[in-house]
């Protein structure tokens, strides 16, 4: 999903910088609540946990350019079921960072752009998870159709940011058009993939109980809202 150097560039970029402001006075709202509920150390742990995951995503999993991007598997919705949506947002944004400072130093002025694009389809997904997820029902008792909807969320999200950007700096042309929509066919392949990701990793938790008494991961993995 990274937004390649040359999609957008001067006056344009500005944009992204206002875009990333608005993502992380979000973030830093999802994390107020996040401590309100389980403390500074939670938040904390989890955050640092969610950094390293994502980090180790955009450098270990397979990623190929397509379009006018990169398919990656992000796992954002893996990341908002165990760590809930504070600790998922710091680590989208952390890991982006730290793997743009030390292995993409080219991609820090798109860093607004792609970190938009991770953080709001998260910020979606949790709205969205609201509605789906009974508050009666712990993650580990998710059914495939409710992870199928949070990654439809996500990752459609994804596309459309992605898409935005591309049009933004580059219009309407037929070939972009065409790129977007190789790009956009291709993303969407991972939804094949990361729901049952997600039941896979909550099933492990299920069967690692001892999990409940830490704060690694969000009570809700466990407990009904």
Not at 111 to 129: D, S
Not at 167 to 182: D, K, Q
């Amino acid at each position: 999903m990274h937004i390649e150097p040359g999609v957008v560039d001067g006056a344009k970029i500005v944009l992204s910088y206002a875009t990333a402001a608005a993502s992380f006075g979000v973030t830093g709202k999802l994390a107020l609540d996040a401590i309100r509920k389980d403390g500074v150390g939670a938040l904390a742990l989890r955050a640092a946990i969610a950094t390293a995951l994502v980090f180790s995503f955009f450098e270990i999993l397979p990623h190929h350019p397509v379009g006018v991007s990169e398919v990656h598997l992000i796992l954002g919705s893996t990341l908002f079921l165990l760590f809930g949506a504070g600790p998922a947002a710091i680590g989208l944004a952390l890991g982006l960072l730290i793997q743009g400072v030390f292995f993409a130093p080219f991609d820090l002025p798109q860093y607004g752009m792609n970190v938009t694009i991770l953080l709001v389809p998260l910020f979606a997904l949790n709205l969205l998870a609201k509605r789906v997820i009974p508050e009666k029902t712990a993650y580990v008792d998710l059914k495939y159709s409710q992870a199928l909807a949070l990654s439809v969320s996500y990752q459609g999200g994804i596309v459309a940011w992605v898409a935005f950007w591309a049009l933004y700096g580059h219009g309407f042309g037929a070939e972009n058009l065409s790129n977007i929509a190789s790009f956009g066919l291709a993303y969407m392949s991972v939804i094949l993939l990361e729901p049952l990701v997600d039941l896979g990793v909550l099933a492990g938790a299920k069967a690692v109980r001892q999990l409940q008494r830490t704060a690694i991961v969000q009570p809700r993995v466990y407990q009904s809202a």
